[in-house]
Every structure is written in C-alpha cells, then in structure tokens.
C-alpha cells in the first residue's frame, strides 16, 4: 500500500503564512516528481508547484515570490511553505508523487495523490 499523508492546513487571516508536509509511505522505490495541487470552490484543480528529485522547481505564476516548494528525500517528504496569504490562495491543496516500483511491489510507476488538506484565508 501507496499512500501520500497530508498536513498543516488551516485557517490563516491575510497576510500569514501556513507551512504544509507531504509524506509518501509504502512499498516505493524511488520518487521523482513531488508537487503540490489545488482546487477551489467551482475550480477545477490547479498546479500549485512542483519539484525534481534532483531540487528543481516549478511554480504558478499567481504564487510565485510567496510560496516555496522543498523536499527532503530521505524523508520521502514534500513541503510547501506559504507566505504573504491571500483570500484567493483558499482552496483544498493536495500533494502529487510520481512515484517508481518495481516488480516484487507489482507495479512499476504510478502517480498518487493525498487526501487534501483545506487552506483558508481569511480578508
């Protein structure tokens, strides 16, 4: 069993910061890409931020300068740090692994996703 494990959203006023995690867990071999999504109300999903094994970034241009993506891959873990919040970045954000396995775990490469975790800021 596979899994991503969100945490750290909340509600935060405008202007605030909020710090998530991203931990992947199970049968895996490697990680490559690790990102970040979010959907807000009567959206649909949006690509937040990404980042390489090898540390490379990616970001939407609406969050650029305020969040910053990083990951620690001895932990399998992804981080998004959120800064300068605004009304407009609520939304549910969901952590994204490419992930790569191997025949003894029965597949070879997968993408998964978390749960979500609720980000929302207040004016």
């Known amino acids: 069993q596979v899994q991503l494990v969100e945490s750290g959203g909340g509600l935060v006023q405008a202007g605030g910061s909020l710090r998530l995690s991203c931990a992947a867990s199970?049968?895996?071999?490697?990680?490559?890409?690790m990102g970040w999504y979010r959907q807000a109300p009567g959206k649909e999903r949006e690509l937040v931020a990404t980042?390489?094994?090898?540390?490379?970034?990616n970001y939407a241009d609406s969050v650029k300068g305020r969040f910053t993506i990083s990951r620690d891959n001895a932990k399998n873990t992804v981080y998004l740090q959120m800064n300068s919040l605004k009304p407009e970045d609520t939304a549910v954000y969901y952590c994204?692994?490419?992930?790569?396995?191997?025949?003894?775990?029965?597949?070879?490469?997968?993408?998964?996703w978390g749960q979500g975790t609720l980000v929302t800021v207040s004016s």
């Open positions: 994204n692994a490419h992930i790569t396995g191997s025949t003894a775990f029965g597949y070879r490469n997968r993408e998964i």
């Open positions: 199970g049968s895996i071999v490697s990680i490559n890409v």
């Open positions: 980042i390489t094994s090898g540390g490379s970034t």
